[in-house]
Structure formats: structure tokens, C-alpha cells
């Protein structure tokens, strides 16, 4: 059974501490993805990358950075965490295009609550 | 600009009614992939098709068919007979392709919330 797995399902933190969101996942994918998910707003893209130690900015980075030292894992980072930033967090992982299956796995999501 | 539109906010059926989930999309690849994707209440977002830009033909698994339109940017999602346990957040989705192809960054609509009421 394929798995993308979020270290932690529920989280509170302070504002202005430093918050580490980790994703591991175990297909061998090259892609992963960190959304956030607002009501109204759907899922928005942070950040992704396509390799180890590459990384690109999605369509929200401000606020965060990530990391991706080993292939299966991939770390989204809060430098400084504000109130703003309380959401459910998703992270993904994903085949290239030109493998048969390309679809998106997702992990069960943390929501993360900043006080 | 890539974009998707899933105008329909929220949805609510009584059971056994068909439902279509409505999603439109703007793109300026020739080559692109759409998906449809389910979020039950317990959060985790699951798969349920993709579709490829040169593939137009119209799929059906279950109770659960697509229609695709590249006339019209469209890629619809009809649930048949609908059940309760169909109540979720759809998402629709389209992917970028960057890098040659080998990335798939996933653009989302803001999802449709279907209530299914016994």
C-alpha cells in the first residue's frame, strides 16, 4: 500500500516559533508537493521539488522554505510562525509525466494551529 | 494564466439523485493532465481519474462517469444514483508541466462540497 505519511495529524505552536512539518513518502517519486488548504481558497501550491536538493517556489512561498536532503523526504519549514498561518497543511508526492501513473498521492494532512 | 474554476461552492442531494460536479479550466500548454480528486471528512485526499489533453473520450467507472470537452475547457463529474457515503469536498485539478515534463505541479479549483442527505 503506497503511503505518503505526515509526521504529525494536529499541532499548536506560539507565534514566532520555528515549525518543522515533515513528509515522508515511500514510492520512490521524484515530485513532492506542500499545499496549504483554506476554506474558500482550495488547495494552494508552497513549494515543490522535482529532485534531491532542488526545490522551486510554488504560488504562496512567503513565510516558508523547505528542505529536501533524501528522496523520500521532504520538509516544510516556518521560519517564524505568525497567526496567518494556521491552515491544514498537505504534502504530496508524484511520478514524473511520462511514467504511466502521474497522479498525485497525498498524506492525511496537518493542521496546524498558531497562537 | 493556468487556472481552474469549480463555480458550484456547495452541493446538496437527496440520496439515489444524480449530481454533476462542474469544472473549468484555463491552460496555455497543448499538453496538459486534468484530475479529479475526493476529501472525505476524515481529510486525506483521494484519487479518482486522470485525463490526458489528447484524450477526449468520455469515462465511466461504477456510478461515477467524465466528460471532457476541450471546445468548451471542461472536464465534468457526474455521480449516478448518489449515496451518502459520496458526501465530500471534490477538487478538480490541472496539472503545469515544467521541466520537460518532469513535473507535474498540480493547479486546484476551490473544490465543490457535496452533501448526500439520506
Known amino acids: 500500500d503506497v503511503k505518503v505519511t505526515q509526521s504529525s495529524r494536529y499541532l499548536v505552536k506560539r507565534t514566532g516559533e520555528k515549525v518543522f512539518l515533515e513528509c515522508v513518502q515511500d514510492?520512490?517519486?521524484?515530485?513532492m508537493f506542500w499545499y496549504r488548504q483554506d476554506p474558500g481558497l482550495g488547495l494552494r501550491l508552497i513549494y515543490f521539488s522535482y529532485d534531491v536538493k532542488m526545490k522551486e517556489k510554488g504560488d504562496i512561498p512567503e513565510g516558508y522554505s523547505v528542505s529536501r536532503e533524501k528522496k523520500e523526504r521532504f520538509s516544510l519549514i516556518l521560519e517564524s510562525a505568525s497567526t496567518n498561518q494556521t491552515s491544514m497543511y498537505l504534502c504530496?508526492?508524484?511520478?514524473?509525466?511520462?511514467?504511466?501513473?502521474?497522479?498525485?498521492?497525498f498524506g492525511q494532512g496537518t493542521r496546524l494551529t498558531v497562537v | 494564466a493556468q487556472k481552474v474554476t469549480q463555480a458550484q461552492t456547495e452541493i446538496s442531494v437527496v440520496e439515489k439523485e444524480d449530481v454533476t460536479l462542474d469544472c473549468v479550466y484555463e491552460t496555455r500548454d497543448t499538453t496538459y493532465y486534468l484530475f479529479w480528486y475526493k476529501q472525505p471528512p476524515s481529510g486525506e485526499l483521494v484519487f479518482l481519474i486522470r485525463?490526458?489533453?489528447?484524450?477526449?473520450q468520455n469515462e465511466i467507472s461504477g456510478r461515477y462517469s467524465w466528460n471532457f470537452q476541450k471546445s468548451t475547457s471542461s472536464f465534468n463529474f457526474t455521480i449516478t444514483a448518489s449515496q451518502v457515503v459520496d458526501s465530500a469536498v471534490y477538487f478538480c485539478a490541472l496539472s503545469e508541466v515544467n521541466y520537460g515534463g518532469a513535473t507535474n505541479k498540480l493547479i486546484f479549483g476551490t473544490g465543490t462540497l457535496l452533501a448526500v442527505q439520506p
Open positions: 485525463r490526458n489533453s489528447f484524450d477526449e
Open positions: 504530496a508526492s508524484s511520478s514524473p509525466l511520462d511514467r504511466v501513473n502521474t497522479e498525485a498521492f
Open positions: 514510492m520512490d517519486h521524484e515530485n
